[in-house]
């Protein structure tokens, strides 16, 4: 299982994107994703993601990738 932190823009882009094979560390950073997101951000309709997905294929091309 590969866990995929995604900030994602207002009108859908991804912005930034961080995957990796570590639970813990997966939820670590989407925490820190949550944390950075100012009020302004989360007013205008920024979000941050944790999923998870079964392949590297169906990780987002722009993704860090965290072994």
């Known amino acids: 299982m590969i866990w ?20 813990q560390q997966a939820r670590e950073c989407h925490e820190t994703f949550q944390q950075n997101l ?9 979000t941050a993601q944790l999923r998870t997905v079964d392949s590297w294929e169906e990780v987002p091309v722009s993704a860090l990738k965290l072994s």
Request: aromatic share 6%; glycine share 6%; with cysteine.
């Open 38 to 46: 100012t009020q302004e951000q989360k007013e205008a309709g920024w």
């Open 4 to 23: 995929v932190n995604e900030q994602i823009d207002p009108c859908g882009i991804l912005y930034s994107c961080i995957a990796c094979c570590d639970e």
